[in-house]
């Protein structure tokens, strides 16, 4: 599976958009990007996922670039229960392989 | 519907000794996998079975084990802990086979060694 590179942190105000960038510049042409996010003691959740169309769901947009070695994660109104740390994945789907998390970003959401 | 369960949530044990942690999947759902989390890193995978056989293994000595049974539920066991074996460990089911399918994860058990 490709690596994935993530800012450790950042800060958003509650009620603006939460732009969380995902960097895949390895990832073949196979593989999807996966986001999860974990909110503090509990198991990750997922949010959204696509291999090269951007998708929207009722969580988050997701925009991967033309050549797809990078990708944005939008929640398009943060929100406090926003609060949490982000995971980006790439992975082949329909295969015993695993989710090859990395350190995330942990999003704060501020008033 | 319930979602993915594991039991126990918290557990203390004591170096050397041997735990049990069960997860009972999504009804529906063949595939379960188990993943560690220590304290301020992301989850690690352990293992993947489907349809009780396993399908993957991640780097983990051979003191972890798994197994799935029939009706899809799954038991990790860890024997001779190790302080460092503390962590969060999570379930995560799906459907499984070939598609493309998501995966949900349980709140998952705590596991202390003291």
Redesign the interface.
Known sequence: DAKTTQPPSMDCAEGRAANLPCNHSTISGNEYVYWYRQIHSQGPQYIIHGLKNNETNEMASLIITEDRKSSTLILPHATLRDTAVYYCIVRVPGTASKLTFGTGTRLQVTL | DAG?TQSPTHLIKTRGQQVTLRCSPISGHKSV?W?QQVLG?????IF?Y?EKEE??R?NFPDRFSARQFPNYSSELNVNALLLGDSA?Y?C?SSLG????????????TRLTVV
């Open positions: 993915v996998s993943y890193q992301g989850p690690q995978f993947q489907y399908r993957g991640g969060l999570l995560a086979g070939t598609g493309n399918y998501g995966y949900t994860f349980g709140s998952g």
